[in-house]
Each structure stands twice: as C-alpha cells, then as structure tokens.
C-alpha cells in the first residue's frame, strides 16, 4: 500500500485533500503541519495553524509540527521530509503555482511524489467535494470587500456556499480564499473520530477584514 504524509494547515483545501488520498487507498501516516516565523509568509498558512494538533488527535494520526525560521521556510521542509517514510506528500494547492513549484522540487529532491489532488479545480467543483465528502468547514478570517464580520465563523453548507460564489462574482475576491481572502477551519469529517468545537472564541474585526481567534478546541461524540 502507497503511504503519505498530510500536510495539512486546518483548512478546507489540506483537509479535503487528505480525505481524497485516503480514498484514492494512500495510507496517511503522518499530519505534518509547517509554523512559520513569518507572520506574513507567502509559503505556508500561519492561521490557526496550531489547532491542527487537535485534528491530528481526532483522526488518530501522528503530528508533525515543524517550525520555520524567515530565512529557511523551504529548508526545514526539505529536511523533516528526508527523515520520513512515505510516497507521498498531500498537499491541497489550488492556484499558487510559487507554492506548487517549491513543493514538487523538495519531493524531488527527497525521492517522493507531490500529490495535489485538487490543483486547478474550479470554486464550484472545489465546494462540490466539500460537500460530498460531508466536511464541516467555518470561516475565520476574511479580508476581501464583500465579505462582512458576519461571514466569521459561518459554517460553509450549501446555502452559504452558493451566497459566498455569488458574492465573489459580484465583489471580484477570490472564492476559494487563495491570497488571503478567506481563511477556513474544518471540524468534522469522515476521517474524524469526534467533531470538534471552537470555544472561547473571539471576533476581532478591523473595519475591513478580520479574524476568529480561536485558543482552544474541544472533541465531542457525534
């Protein structure tokens, strides 16, 4: 059986990805989840990255978290990986071809494969998956014009979904959330033993774009 490793920020690209190579047959032996120094790092995801830690425990697989210092965002990925069995690296890109590029010349460079199981995949198809595959996704960042502080902490079902493809149309930001747009965090799935829930959660809203602060999640039964 081909292994890989998730790397996964939380989100609803990495999360989605994970659960299609799990039934693509790619065996997940580790969640390997990147924290960059850079708060502003064009690389990596760096919100909520930490509360992969407890997605990781809900699906009952190995954490990796790496830390990334400015300088060597790419090196210290390079390195964990050489230290790691598996075929492949699942990644959930999208349209950054900078992040792509660096990702398939690392797995190169360390005898694995680079699996994106959604790279070009349009909003609707993206959104359609989502759905297929029963994922609960929330949103908790935005930072595009149409996108209000009521959007924080919305959970992405289909009635918010078609909103959110409409709003994007008629605002011009980006409906899956690449360049920043959007953030998302995902709850539950059918690789998830218990959902999981956000407490002592905090809007912090800065006119025009904010965020979810979330310190903590809790796993419930479902």
Known sequence: MKTGISFLSGGKDSVLSMHLAHNSGIKITGIMTIIPEDPESMLYHTHNVELVKSIAEVVGIKWIPIKAPKDNEIGVLADALKNIDGDYLITGGIESNYQKKKFDIVCEDVNMKHYAPIWGITPEKLYEKILENNLDVIIVSVAALG?????????????????LLY???KYKFNAVGEGGDLDTLVLDGPLYSKKLEPINVEKIWHGDRGTLKIPKLISINK
């Open 147 to 163: 996108l209000e502080e009521k959007w924080l902490g919305r959970h992405l079902d289909k009635n918010n979904i078609e909103k």
């Open 167 to 169: 709003l994007a149309k």
